[in-house]
């Protein structure tokens, strides 16, 4: 098993900028991907970018160029470095981490992000 915790939300001004963390535990080894995905008031869950085991990254288009995903692995933790935010970046945070077999997927608790015009 593999757990997750999210921190670092809070509320910022359009324009600001903030650093989630990930803090993973537990079957660390099991894991092929981290990543980071958001739920708005009455929206569906969608993905924000991602990291793969061999470090490289993907990210939505809509977060390309303002988002930054990293992670320390000696830490066991990943990151969202998220810049120039917008109020439709508002949303709990989840982070998400896949593993190699059955390509299960674990979840933290969220972190909301409200992002003030």
């Known amino acids: 098993q593999v757990q997750l915790v999210e921190s670092g939300g809070g509320l910022v001004q359009a324009g600001g900028s903030l650093r989630l963390s990930c803090a993973a535990s537990?079957?660390?080894?099991?894991?092929?991907?981290m990543g980071w995905y958001r739920q708005a008031p009455g929206k569906l869950r969608e993905f924000v970018g991602s990291i793969e085991d061999g470090g490289s990254t993907n990210y939505d288009d809509s977060v390309k160029g303002r988002f930054t995903i990293s992670r320390d692995s000696a830490k066991n933790t990943m990151y969202l470095q998220m810049n120039s935010l917008k109020p439709e970046d508002t949303a709990v945070y989840y982070c998400?981490?896949?593993?190699?077999?059955?390509?299960?997927?674990?979840w933290g608790q969220g972190t909301q992000v409200t992002v003030s015009s």
């Open positions: 998400n981490a896949r593993t190699w077999i059955f390509s299960k997927d674990h």
């Open positions: 537990g079957s660390i080894g099991s894991i092929k991907a």
